[in-house]
Protein backbone atom coordinates (compact mmCIF):
# COMPACT_ATOMS: atom_id res chain seq x y z
CA UNK A 1 0.00 0.00 0.00
CA UNK A 2 1.20 3.21 -0.80
CA UNK A 3 1.48 5.99 1.59
CA UNK A 4 0.31 9.27 0.71
CA UNK A 5 0.52 12.68 2.66
CA UNK A 6 -2.27 14.06 2.48
CA UNK A 7 -1.32 16.70 5.55
CA UNK A 8 1.12 19.44 6.43
CA UNK A 9 0.48 19.31 10.29
CA UNK A 10 3.26 18.26 12.13
CA UNK A 11 3.45 14.92 13.42
CA UNK A 12 2.72 14.78 17.25
CA UNK A 13 5.63 12.30 18.27
CA UNK A 14 7.91 14.95 16.64
CA UNK A 15 6.71 17.64 18.99
CA UNK A 16 6.53 14.99 22.05
CA UNK A 17 10.61 14.79 20.88
CA UNK A 18 11.48 18.51 20.74
CA UNK A 19 9.80 18.53 23.87
CA UNK A 20 11.77 16.02 25.43
CA UNK A 21 14.99 17.51 24.28
CA UNK A 22 14.65 19.47 27.66
CA UNK A 23 15.77 16.58 29.50
CA UNK A 24 19.21 16.44 27.66
CA UNK A 25 19.85 19.49 29.68
CA UNK A 26 18.68 18.51 33.17
CA UNK A 27 21.19 15.09 33.19
CA UNK A 28 23.78 16.88 31.87
CA UNK A 29 23.47 19.43 35.05
CA UNK A 30 23.13 16.57 37.01
CA UNK A 31 26.59 14.84 35.73
CA UNK A 32 28.43 17.88 36.18
CA UNK A 33 27.52 18.96 39.55
CA UNK A 34 27.52 15.09 40.53
CA UNK A 35 31.55 15.39 39.72
CA UNK A 36 31.95 18.85 40.63
CA UNK A 37 29.66 19.20 43.78
CA UNK A 38 28.86 22.87 44.41
CA UNK A 39 27.63 24.75 47.29
CA UNK A 40 24.20 27.11 48.15
CA UNK A 41 24.79 30.81 49.72
CA UNK A 42 24.67 29.55 52.90
CA UNK A 43 28.07 27.21 52.03
CA UNK A 44 25.81 24.25 52.11
CA UNK A 45 26.36 20.86 49.75
CA UNK A 46 23.74 21.19 47.27
CA UNK A 47 21.69 17.95 46.65
CA UNK A 48 21.23 16.59 43.00
CA UNK A 49 17.98 14.73 44.30
CA UNK A 50 16.00 18.06 43.15
CA UNK A 51 16.88 17.45 39.76
CA UNK A 52 16.16 13.62 39.64
CA UNK A 53 12.94 14.65 41.11
CA UNK A 54 12.05 17.66 38.37
CA UNK A 55 13.27 15.17 35.82
CA UNK A 56 9.99 12.59 36.38
CA UNK A 57 7.50 15.60 36.94
CA UNK A 58 9.12 16.85 33.52
CA UNK A 59 8.79 13.45 31.41
CA UNK A 60 5.10 12.82 32.95
CA UNK A 61 4.03 17.05 31.79
CA UNK A 62 5.17 15.88 28.09
CA UNK A 63 3.54 12.85 28.13
CA UNK A 64 0.50 14.59 29.57
CA UNK A 65 0.64 17.08 26.86
CA UNK A 66 1.73 14.78 24.36
CA UNK A 67 -1.44 12.46 24.91
CA UNK A 68 -3.62 15.73 24.56
CA UNK A 69 -1.95 16.56 21.42
CA UNK A 70 -2.17 13.45 19.92
CA UNK A 71 -5.79 13.02 20.20
CA UNK A 72 -6.45 16.39 19.26
CA UNK A 73 -4.51 16.07 15.63
CA UNK A 74 -6.19 13.39 15.07
CA UNK A 75 -10.05 14.38 15.31
CA UNK A 76 -9.02 17.55 13.78
CA UNK A 77 -7.46 15.40 10.77
CA UNK A 78 -10.38 13.54 10.46
CA UNK A 79 -12.51 16.30 11.01
CA UNK A 80 -11.35 17.96 7.60
CA UNK A 81 -10.91 14.21 5.55
CA UNK A 82 -14.13 12.54 6.67
CA UNK A 83 -17.29 11.48 4.42
CA UNK A 84 -19.51 10.73 6.40
CA UNK A 85 -20.22 11.28 10.25
CA UNK A 86 -20.21 7.89 10.94
CA UNK A 87 -16.58 7.67 11.27
CA UNK A 88 -16.89 9.64 14.73
CA UNK A 89 -17.87 8.32 18.30
CA UNK A 90 -21.78 9.08 19.27
CA UNK A 91 -20.76 11.00 22.30
CA UNK A 92 -19.46 13.85 20.47
CA UNK A 93 -22.06 13.91 18.02
CA UNK A 94 -25.00 14.20 20.83
CA UNK A 95 -22.59 16.91 22.13
CA UNK A 96 -22.03 18.79 18.70
CA UNK A 97 -26.10 18.41 18.74
CA UNK A 98 -26.57 20.07 22.05
CA UNK A 99 -27.40 23.63 20.87
CA UNK A 100 -29.64 22.14 18.05
CA UNK A 101 -32.66 20.97 21.01
CA UNK A 102 -35.92 22.05 20.58
CA UNK A 103 -37.12 24.33 23.11
CA UNK A 104 -39.58 23.77 26.09
CA UNK A 105 -43.16 24.39 26.26
CA UNK A 106 -43.98 27.60 27.54
CA UNK A 107 -46.91 28.99 29.32
CA UNK A 108 -47.86 31.15 25.76
CA UNK A 109 -48.32 28.13 23.80
CA UNK A 110 -52.00 26.83 22.39
CA UNK A 111 -52.06 23.04 23.35
CA UNK A 112 -51.20 21.64 19.83
CA UNK A 113 -47.85 23.46 19.97
CA UNK A 114 -47.17 22.19 23.46
CA UNK A 115 -47.75 18.61 22.46
CA UNK A 116 -45.78 19.41 19.62
CA UNK A 117 -42.98 20.55 22.12
CA UNK A 118 -43.54 18.18 24.48
CA UNK A 119 -42.96 15.19 21.85
CA UNK A 120 -39.73 16.90 20.27
CA UNK A 121 -38.45 17.68 23.93
CA UNK A 122 -38.94 13.77 24.86
CA UNK A 123 -37.55 12.64 21.92
CA UNK A 124 -34.07 14.81 22.87
CA UNK A 125 -34.14 13.51 26.50
CA UNK A 126 -34.34 10.21 25.12
CA UNK A 127 -31.39 10.70 23.33
CA UNK A 128 -33.21 9.58 20.00
CA UNK A 129 -33.24 12.71 18.20
CA UNK A 130 -29.60 13.62 18.79
CA UNK A 131 -28.51 10.43 16.89
CA UNK A 132 -31.21 10.87 14.11
CA UNK A 133 -30.17 14.60 13.52
CA UNK A 134 -26.96 13.29 11.82
CA UNK A 135 -28.93 10.72 9.22
CA UNK A 136 -31.11 14.54 8.30
CA UNK A 137 -28.43 16.84 8.05
CA UNK A 138 -26.90 15.91 5.00
CA UNK A 139 -23.86 17.91 4.27
CA UNK A 140 -24.53 20.10 7.10
CA UNK A 141 -23.38 17.55 9.71
CA UNK A 142 -19.32 18.24 9.11
CA UNK A 143 -20.42 22.46 9.60
CA UNK A 144 -22.25 21.27 13.02
CA UNK A 145 -19.06 19.37 13.95
CA UNK A 146 -16.52 22.06 12.47
CA UNK A 147 -18.63 24.70 14.71
CA UNK A 148 -18.90 22.48 17.79
CA UNK A 149 -15.19 21.66 18.02
CA UNK A 150 -14.19 23.68 20.88
CA UNK A 151 -16.91 21.93 22.96
CA UNK A 152 -15.93 19.11 22.17
CA UNK A 153 -12.08 19.94 22.98
CA UNK A 154 -13.77 21.89 26.25
CA UNK A 155 -15.65 18.22 27.45
CA UNK A 156 -12.84 15.68 27.06
CA UNK A 157 -9.60 17.35 25.98
CA UNK A 158 -9.09 20.65 28.44
CA UNK A 159 -10.72 18.47 31.65
CA UNK A 160 -8.41 15.30 30.67
CA UNK A 161 -6.10 14.53 34.21
CA UNK A 162 -3.72 11.81 35.13
CA UNK A 163 -2.24 10.05 31.93
CA UNK A 164 -2.80 6.36 33.02
CA UNK A 165 -3.63 3.63 30.68
CA UNK A 166 -7.33 3.39 31.40
CA UNK A 167 -7.77 7.09 31.42
CA UNK A 168 -5.41 7.23 27.87
CA UNK A 169 -8.03 4.85 26.71
CA UNK A 170 -11.06 6.26 27.80
CA UNK A 171 -10.12 9.78 26.14
CA UNK A 172 -9.10 8.47 22.37
CA UNK A 173 -12.46 5.98 22.64
CA UNK A 174 -14.50 9.16 23.32
CA UNK A 175 -13.21 11.62 20.49
CA UNK A 176 -12.44 9.20 17.84
CA UNK A 177 -13.40 5.95 18.62
CA UNK A 178 -10.27 3.68 19.13
CA UNK A 179 -10.55 1.43 21.60
CA UNK A 180 -8.27 0.11 23.89
CA UNK A 181 -5.23 2.12 22.65
CA UNK A 182 -2.71 0.99 25.44
CA UNK A 183 -3.70 -2.93 24.41
CA UNK A 184 -1.02 -1.82 21.81
CA UNK A 185 1.63 -1.21 24.39
CA UNK A 186 3.46 -4.15 24.14
CA UNK A 187 7.10 -5.24 22.30
CA UNK A 188 9.80 -7.70 22.77
CA UNK A 189 10.75 -7.87 26.54
CA UNK A 190 7.74 -5.68 27.54
CA UNK A 191 4.08 -7.21 27.72
CA UNK A 192 1.19 -4.83 27.91
CA UNK A 193 0.87 -5.27 31.67
CA UNK A 194 4.29 -4.85 32.24
CA UNK A 195 4.03 -1.53 30.08
CA UNK A 196 1.04 -0.34 31.98
CA UNK A 197 2.22 -1.29 35.24
CA UNK A 198 5.83 1.13 34.40
CA UNK A 199 3.53 3.85 33.29
CA UNK A 200 1.37 3.41 36.29
CA UNK A 201 4.76 3.57 38.51
CA UNK A 202 5.92 6.99 36.85
CA UNK A 203 2.39 8.63 37.41
CA UNK A 204 2.71 7.40 40.87
CA UNK A 205 6.25 8.60 41.44
CA UNK A 206 5.24 12.13 39.77
CA UNK A 207 2.26 12.37 42.51
CA UNK A 208 4.44 11.90 45.42
CA UNK A 209 6.74 14.41 44.51
CA UNK A 210 4.14 16.97 43.27
CA UNK A 211 2.24 16.52 46.40
CA UNK A 212 4.72 15.76 48.91
CA UNK A 213 8.06 16.30 47.47
CA UNK A 214 8.74 12.61 48.77
CA UNK A 215 8.14 9.08 46.57
CA UNK A 216 7.75 5.34 47.77
CA UNK A 217 11.42 4.68 46.43
CA UNK A 218 14.16 6.34 45.69
CA UNK A 219 14.44 8.09 42.22
CA UNK A 220 17.87 7.49 40.96
CA UNK A 221 19.28 8.88 37.27
CA UNK A 222 18.54 5.31 35.76
CA UNK A 223 14.77 6.05 36.26
CA UNK A 224 15.11 9.25 33.96
CA UNK A 225 16.97 7.66 31.56
CA UNK A 226 14.85 4.35 31.26
CA UNK A 227 11.20 6.30 32.53
CA UNK A 228 12.36 8.77 29.17
CA UNK A 229 12.70 5.93 26.84
CA UNK A 230 9.25 3.92 28.40
CA UNK A 231 7.40 6.98 27.23
CA UNK A 232 9.21 7.42 23.97
CA UNK A 233 7.90 4.08 23.46
CA UNK A 234 4.53 4.55 24.34
CA UNK A 235 4.47 7.69 22.08
CA UNK A 236 5.75 6.22 19.21
CA UNK A 237 3.67 3.63 19.25
CA UNK A 238 0.44 5.52 19.77
CA UNK A 239 1.11 7.39 17.59
CA UNK A 240 1.60 4.58 14.77
CA UNK A 241 -1.78 3.18 16.11
CA UNK A 242 -3.68 6.23 15.87
CA UNK A 243 -2.44 6.61 12.29
CA UNK A 244 -3.26 3.27 11.38
CA UNK A 245 -7.16 4.32 13.26
CA UNK A 246 -7.38 7.62 11.27
CA UNK A 247 -6.72 6.21 7.62
CA UNK A 248 -9.11 3.05 8.00
CA UNK A 249 -11.81 5.92 8.95
CA UNK A 250 -10.72 8.84 6.02
CA UNK A 251 -8.59 6.74 3.34
CA UNK A 252 -5.18 9.17 4.11
CA UNK A 253 -2.62 9.03 6.24
CA UNK A 254 -2.05 12.29 9.18
CA UNK A 255 1.75 11.96 9.28
CA UNK A 256 4.49 9.44 8.72
CA UNK A 257 5.00 6.51 11.13
CA UNK A 258 7.07 7.44 13.73
CA UNK A 259 9.90 4.63 13.43
CA UNK A 260 10.63 4.00 17.12
CA UNK A 261 13.82 2.10 17.68
CA UNK A 262 14.44 2.73 21.14
CA UNK A 263 12.92 -0.44 23.19
CA UNK A 264 12.94 -0.83 26.71
CA UNK A 265 12.76 -3.81 28.35
CA UNK A 266 10.84 -4.53 31.86
CA UNK A 267 13.13 -4.07 34.66
CA UNK A 268 11.49 -4.95 37.96
CA UNK A 269 13.93 -2.49 39.98
CA UNK A 270 12.30 0.32 37.65
CA UNK A 271 8.66 -0.81 38.16
CA UNK A 272 8.08 -1.17 41.66
Known amino acids: MTETQTSQILQPFDLFTVNMRELDSLVAIYAHVSN ?7 GEPCTTEILLKQGIVFIVTCWDEYIKQLVTSA ?17 VKMLSSQKLQPPHPDRFDNDVVRRRKQ ?32 AVMKQYVDTFQSPRPDNVDKLFASIIGIKPLSSHWAWLGMSCEDAKKCLNILLNLRGDLVHTNQSHRLVTIDDIDYFSLLVNKLAGISANVVREHVYKQTGQFPW ?9 AYQQARCH
Open 36 to 42: HPITTLK
Open 75 to 91: FEFMLAHAENPDVFPLQ
Open 119 to 150: KARENWDSHLWKQDIWHLAGEGWIRLLRENID
Open 256 to 264: LDSGILDVP
